[in-house]
C-alpha cells in the first residue's frame, strides 16, 4: 500500500491519523473548482478542466471541492520544512547522478539538484557544454544516460504525461508557424498543453507580451524578438503550470521585454513556481535566491 | 479519450488544415503529379482502349501512391524545425493521438483531392462506371493506409539528411499489399467479379494500421528527438 504524502509528493505522512478522507479518485467532476486536500489540510488549487483525471493518482490526497478555509500551498514550508536546497520548501524536483553523452563525448556526469517550490535553477556554461542537453532531459524529451529524474517523488517516466502537463518548455526554437497568425499560434500552444482559455485570456496574454497590436498578423512577419515574445506568451496564461523550463529566454528581447520576463519569473517563483534556465547574458535575475549549475 | 484530450486532437487537425490551405502549393503539387504521371500513360503507350483498361487500374493506383510520397518528408520536417514536434511529445495529449489528427490532416489535404479526381482520370483510361466506383472506394479504404504507414516512415526519417529517398525505401514494400490489392479490385471489377473480399482486406488492413501505425510513429519520433 502506498504511503500517504503531502499535497505535492513531498513529505510522506507515515501517521495514519493524519488520514482522515477516503483516498478515492474524482473522476468525472469535471468543471467545478477543486483543491487537493492533502492529510496535513494543505490545498492545492486544481483546474478539473486541465486535470482531466487525478493528476496524483494513485490519490494521496483527496481531490474535491475547494475549501478556502484551509491553507494554501504556500504553507506548505511551514507544515513540512524538507531539505532544501532552491527556493526554501521541500523538494519538488530531483537530479540524482545524472550524466549526458552526445554520441561518444560524454557532457556531463554524476549530477545532483534539488529544486523546492519557488526554486530558481540557473544552468550556465560555454556553448557545448550541455546545457540545452540538461534542459532537454529535465522536461523528459531526453533520456539521460545515467541517473533519475524524480517529480514529486516518483520517476518523470512514469509520470509521462502527468509529468509534462505540470511543466512549459521553451526551447531555441520558437515553436510558432509562419502561415499562422499571432492569436492562432498561441491558442495551438495552449491547446497542446491542454488548456483551453477564453479567447479575452489569449488577448490578455498577448497585451501582456506586448503583441496586441499584432494579434492577427502571421508569425511569419514577426522579428525575432516579438516572435520570442509570442513563444513567452504561454507563461503569462492562468493558472500558471509549476514547472516553467526555459532555454536562452533572454535571447533577442529588448530592454522592455527582458523586464518583462524577469517580472513573470519573480511573480512565478513568488507563486512557488520553479524556474530553470540558461543564459549567457546578464539577465537581472543574478539578485535572486538562486542554485547555479556550472557545466 | 477524454474531452481535453480530444480537444486537442481536434485543435491539431484544424492547424494542419488551415496550414494545408495557407500552403495549398504542396497539396496542388501533388495533385498535379498524380495528374500528369496519369496522363503520360494514354499519351505514351498504345491508345487501344482495351490496352488502357487493363492498365489504369496500376497506373492509377502506383500514381496515387507516388503522389502520396512526395508529400511524405513535409509531414514532420517543417514541425521539427521550428519546434513544434518537442511541443507535441510534451503536450498533456498522447502522442499517438495527437500524431493520428495529424495523419488525417495530410489524408484530408493530399488524398482526398486524389480521390475526388481519380473518376476523371479514369475517363483517360476507357474504365466503364462500375469499375471507376470500385476504384474510387478502393482509393477511399486504401489511401488512409499509405497516409498511416507513410507517418511511420516520416518520423523515422526525421532530422535525417537525404530524407525522402530513405522513406520511399522504406515505406514503398510497405505499400505493395495496398497496391496489389487495390488495383486487383479494380481488375475484377472490370472482369464482372465482385470486388467485395477486397473491400474487407482493405478495410483490415486500414483498421490495422489505424490502431498500430500512430503508435509505431510516436516511438519514432521519440528516438528521433532524444
Known amino acids: 500500500m502506498a504511503v500517504p504524502v503531502c499535497a505535492r509528493r513531498h513529505t ?3 501517521d495514519s491519523s493524519l488520514w482522515p478522507w477516503s483516498s478515492a479518485c474524482p473522476k468525472g467532476v469535471a468543471g467545478r473548482p477543486l483543491a487537493a486536500i492533502a492529510p496535513c489540510g494543505v490545498r492545492t488549487f486544481l483546474d478539473a478542466r486541465r486535470h482531466r483525471d487525478c493528476p496524483i493518482c494513485p490519490a494521496s490526497v483527496i481531490v474535491r471541492e475547494d475549501d478556502t478555509s484551509l491553507p494554501t500551498l504556500a504553507a506548505l514550508t511551514t507544515l513540512h520544512p524538507g531539505p532544501a536546497q532552491t527556493g526554501g520548501g521541500a523538494s519538488i524536483l530531483e537530479l540524482t547522478a545524472i550524466a549526458c553523452a552526445r554520441g561518444t563525448r560524454q557532457l556531463f556526469e554524476d549530477l545532483d539538484a534539488h529544486v523546492g517550490p519557488g526554486g530558481l535553477l540557473r544552468v550556465s556554461g560555454p556553448n557545448g557544454a550541455g546545457k540545452t542537453s540538461l534542459l532537454r532531459t529535465i522536461s523528459g524529451l531526453s533520456r539521460p544516460e545515467h541517473g533519475a529524474i524524480r517529480w514529486q517523488g516518483e520517476d518523470i517516466r512514469r509520470l509521462g504525461e502527468n509529468y509534462s502537463s505540470q511543466l512549459i518548455y521553451i526551447g531555441h526554437a520558437p515553436a510558432s508557424k509562419a502561415e499562422l497568425s499571432v492569436h492562432e499560434n498561441l491558442a495551438v500552444s495552449l491547446a497542446l498543453q491542454g488548456r483551453r482559455p477564453a479567447a479575452t485570456q489569449i488577448d490578455a496574454a498577448l497585451q501582456a507580451a506586448g503583441l496586441s497590436a499584432r494579434r492577427a498578423v502571421p508569425a511569419g512577419l514577426l522579428s525575432q524578438g516579438q516572435r520570442r515574445r509570442l513563444a513567452l506568451a504561454r507563461l503569462t496564461v492562468q493558472p500558471p503550470a509549476p514547472l516553467w523550463i526555459l532555454d536562452e529566454p533572454f535571447t533577442a528581447l529588448d530592454a522592455t521585454a527582458r523586464g518583462w520576463l524577469v517580472g513573470l519569473i519573480q511573480d512565478h517563483l513568488r507563486g512557488d513556481g520553479i524556474v530553470i534556465f540558461t543564459s549567457h547574458d546578464r539577465t537581472g535575475l543574478e539578485t535572486l535566491p538562486q542554485q547555479v549549475i556550472e557545466l | ?6 480537444r486537442t486532437m481536434r485543435c491539431v487537425l484544424t492547424r494542419d488544415l488551415r496550414l494545408a490551405w495557407r500552403r495549398r502549393t504542396d497539396s496542388i503539387g501533388a495533385l498535379v503529379f498524380f495528374i500528369m504521371v496519369t496522363g503520360l500513360f494514354p499519351l505514351g503507350m498504345n491508345p487501344d482502349p482495351t490496352v488502357l483498361r487493363d492498365i489504369a487500374p496500376g497506373v492509377i493506383w502506383v500514381a496515387a ?23 507535441f511529445l510534451l503536450a498533456g495529449t498522447p502522442l499517438p493521438l495527437l500524431l493520428l489528427s495529424k495523419t488525417a490532416a495530410h489524408w484530408l489535404g493530399t488524398a482526398v483531392p486524389l480521390i475526388v479526381i481519380a473518376p476523371l482520370m479514369a475517363l483517360q483510361f476507357n474504365l466503364p462506371a462500375e469499375a471507376t466506383g470500385t476504384l474510387f472506394l478502393v482509393l477511399l479504404l486504401g489511401t488512409p493506409t499509405l497516409s498511416l504507414l507513410g507517418a511511420v516512415g516520416a518520423a523515422l526519417t526525421v532530422g535525417v539528411r537525404g530524407a525522402a529517398t530513405l522513406l520511399a525505401i522504406l515505406i514503398l514494400p510497405l505499400y505493395i499489399p495496398i ?3 487495390g488495383a486487383a479490385a479494380v481488375g475484377d471489377s472490370l472482369r464482372g467479379m465482385p470486388a467485395d473480399g477486397y473491400y474487407a482486406t482493405l ?14 510513429s510516436a516511438a519514432a519520433l521519440r528516438i528521433a528527438l532524444d
Open chain 1, 12 to 14: 510522506p505522512v507515515a
Open chain 2, 1 to 6: 479519450m477524454s474531452h481535453t484530450e480530444l
Open chain 2, 65 to 87: 501512391l507516388l503522389a502520396t510520397l512526395l508529400t511524405l518528408p513535409k509531414l514532420f520536417a517543417e514541425d521539427h524545425a521550428d519546434g513544434t514536434l518537442e511541443q
Open chain 2, 179 to 181: 497496391l496489389v490489392f
Open chain 2, 203 to 216: 478495410g483490415a488492413m486500414l483498421v490495422l494500421a489505424l490502431f498500430l501505425a500512430p503508435w509505431a
